[in-house]
């Protein structure tokens, strides 16, 4: 068989280089570039002389570890045995993914019926696998893999950063509490204009067997307005919950000024990852009649002073 030193060291410098720049994308890292064609270099160079040089020791499991570690300081430095060794760990673990990703397509294109035809054991104990692949597919293969990691990755740091955010949620109301997670929306700066009162938004799914019938669905296109116009002049018209319900107007996307139907509920309990949950007064729970997370992780969004405040003590005011 030929080997072409030159082409094993411009694939291994640019998987390397494509390796170390995903890395710095998980660790969430801008190394200059100049560094990351250093450091795959000193990977490509390392990778071709397995060809050209027969030393036994240079190719062991501690001459690779060493390798290794080089390549990863020269891309992004020391700053600390703690910053070095998660960096250290993101490289294997992007390694193990992308090169994972490639054998597994491999595997999947092969035409033998024979899933053990292509392995062969050395003498000396070693494993050979028989696969061929042709360069362009190895290339897209690889870029498959490092886009599918790279997704994940994203995904599992949005997640978690969206995880930071979410709060459990209990509203008591004529001494029923219906409980929820919430979303802490630190754009929501939503209050009653005549109390300050802030406005926390709940599905009105939540609550479709306590409002009047159809309310619940209603809301998704018909005004606030209408609905209360609905309940007859004094407002309650025998509905429990009638001396409750407030009209907050509130501006749209489109700029327009809309009303928001809201419910004064007796108070609203927030806690954060089993921690204790802390109590509000001033508070109004606006009703919206869609769904306000496409997963269902949440039912609520929570406005920044209660699912951020670090007292629970009530400001005095006019009543909600």
């Known amino acids: 068989m030929t080997v072409y030193v030159d082409l094993v060291f411009l694939t291994n410098l640019a998987v390397d280089g494509t390796v170390l720049l995903t890395t710095a994308k998980a660790r969430r890292l801008r190394p200059r570039r100049r560094r990351i064609a250093l450091s795959a270099g000193l990977g490509a160079v390392y990778a071709a002389a397995m060809f050209m040089a027969s030393v036994p020791y240079l190719y062991s499991f501690g001459a690779k570890v060493l390798v290794s570690a ?13 910053r070095f060794l998660r960096l250290f760990a993101t490289f294997y673990l992007v390694n193990f993914a992308t090169l994972g990703g490639v054998l597994g397509i491999a595997f999947l294109l092969r035409q033998s019926g024979d899933p053990w035809g292509g392995m062969t054991f050395t003498p000396d104990g070693g494993l050979l696998l028989d696969w061929r692949l042709q360069l362009g597919l190895f290339a897209a293969s ?21 995880d930071a955010l979410v709060v459990d949620v209990t509203v008591t109301v004529q001494g029923e509490s219906w409980s929820c997670r919430g979303l802490v929306d630190t754009g929501n700066r939503l209050y009653d204009p005549l109390t300050r009162v802030p406005v926390l ?27 209360i116009a609905e ?14 319900l407030r009209l907050v107007p509130y501006r749209g996307v489109n700029g327009n000024t809309k009303l928001l139907l809201a419910v004064k509920p007796d108070s609203v309990h927030i806690g954060r990852g089993g921690s204790e949950a802390r109590a509000y007064n001033r508070v109004l729970i606006g009703l919206d009649g869609g769904s306000l997370s496409p997963d269902g992780s949440y039912r609520a969004i929570v406005h920044p002073d209660l699912g951020m405040s670090d007292s629970a003590d009530a400001i005095p005011s006019q009543p909600a």
């Not at 599918?148 to 950063?161: K, P, Q």
């Not at 938004?201 to 609905?227: H, N, T, Y």
């Open 201 to 227: 938004i709940l599905e009105a799914s939540v609550w479709k067997d306590r409002l009047p019938a159809g309310w619940a669905d209603r809301l998704r296109g018909e005004p606030a307005d209408k609905l």
């Open 142 to 162: 690889f870029a498959l893999s490092v886009w599918l990691f790279r997704g994940a990755s994203s995904s599992a740091e949005r997640t978690s950063r969206l």
């Open 231 to 244: 309940l007859g002049g004094n407002g309650d018209d025998g509905y429990a919950w009638g001396d409750r």
């Open 70 to 82: 080089a390549m990863v300081l020269c891309a992004f430095g020391y700053g600390g045995p703690v």
